[in-house]
T-cell receptor, first 115, second 112 residues
């Protein structure tokens, strides 16, 4: 079974630009969550999507947004990039319903550098 | 608000020795899971061990075991017979149906 796939793996942007990151969950997983990882702030929860609806949201400005498609694939978008948005963005998927165990399956991440 | 604390930012252990990583959390919920995740230098986060809050028995997975003290809200990870491949960041995580909270992580180095 294929794991969680994130694209692109690396990208460089300049301040003011926007970026879109993609995440394909494990087949059958309907929940996708996103995290920002930085050396100073650690792992911070961005948002979670389930059945195309945002179910939970972390404490990030409105420049960070996301969506989920009917095939459970998810994208996150950051607009008007700032230097502080440089981070590793991790996506995780999980199984829902009676099979829920809380376990998150992570992708390898997208490393964003903002210049 | 729920919090997860890992009081040891960095630790080191000699190969083949045993090390314990600490984690405490704060919650008023009853139904949740606790996890230890490992992030090696190659970056991908992988599950080490899981504990259901309603189970009193401590989880064990080969060389990895936990000491789960629900009343004290403590969830430590013991790694026995440490191996070089155990070198990684270790994150403690609290997951309920609508919350995911990670601790700040402990960087573990296994010394040959």
């Amino acid at each position: 079974k294929a794991g969680v796939t994130q694209t692109p793996r690396y990208l460089i942007k300049t301040r003011g630009q926007q970026v879109t990151l993609s995440c394909s969950p494990i087949s059958g997983h309907r929940s996708v969550s996103w995290y920002q990882q930085t050396p100073g702030q650690g792992l911070q929860f961005l948002f979670e999507y389930f059945s195309e609806t945002q179910r939970n949201k972390g404490n990030f400005p409105g420049r960070f947004s996301g969506r989920q498609f009917s095939n459970s694939r998810s994208e996150m978008n950051v607009s008007t990039l700032e230097l502080g948005d440089s981070a590793l963005y991790l996506c995780a998927s999980s199984l829902e319903g009676t099979g829920w165990t809380g376990e998150l399956f992570f992708g390898e991440g997208s490393r964003l550098t903002v210049l | 608000a729920q919090t997860v604390t890992q009081s040891q930012p960095e630790m080191s252990v000699q190969e083949a020795e045993t090390v314990t990583l600490s984690c405490t959390y704060d919650t008023s919920e009853n139904n949740y899971y606790l996890f230890w995740y490992k992030q090696p230098p190659s970056r991908q986060m992988i599950l080490v061990i899981r504990q259901e809050a309603y189970k009193q028995q401590n989880a064990t997975e080969n060389r990895f075991s936990v000491n789960f003290q629900k009343a004290a809200k403590s969830f430590s990870l013991k790694i026995s017979d440490s191996q070089l491949g155990d070198t990684a960041m270790y994150f403690c995580a609290f997951i309920s149906y609508d919350k995911v909270i990670f601790g700040p992580g402990t960087s573990l180095s296994v010394i040959p």
